[in-house]
């Protein structure tokens, strides 16, 4: 599986993952985007866009469970120490992963990852679809 990782940090892609307020996207295959967002409430930090891995894997064990309400809910909050207008949680629930999808609302994760960054108010980051000339 063809796995990419973009990370933001410091205030700039590839900055320092270890660093808060941090964001890592990891993109499989144009199937999957893990985000793993810092910092965040404990149990929380971590979603999916485009397939769940458990769900796209047909096996549990792939991923845990995910609260999508509170996930948004969280994440919405990140963007704000990263400088983003005041995003809403709605939209950003509506593009995260749900359980048990048939098909996403994207064909590519990228461009729900796109979407995402986007929404945050983050430039795009070099070779995630495009890269610079889509800002």
Do not use: C, N
């Amino acid at each position: 599986m063809a796995t990419t990782t973009f990370v933001y940090g410091d205030g700039a892609w590839g900055g320092d993952a270890a660093v808060t307020p941090s964001l890592t996207i990891e993109v499989q295959d144009g199937d999957i985007a893990t985000i793993d967002y810092r910092p965040a409430p404990d149990g929380l930090g971590r979603f999916y866009l485009g397939f769940q891995p458990r769900d796209f894997f047909d096996d549990p064990a792939e991923s845990d469970p995910v609260d999508l309400a509170a996930e948004a809910e969280a994440f919405a909050e990140w963007a704000l120490l990263v400088g983003a207008v005041d995003v809403e949680a709605k939209h950003v629930r509506r593009l995260l992963a749900e359980e048990h999808v048939d098909e996403p609302a994207d064909t590519f994760v990228e461009e729900t990852v796109e979407r995402l960054v986007r929404l945050v108010g983050l430039p795009i980051p070099d070779g995630l679809e495009g890269g610079d000339d889509l800002v």
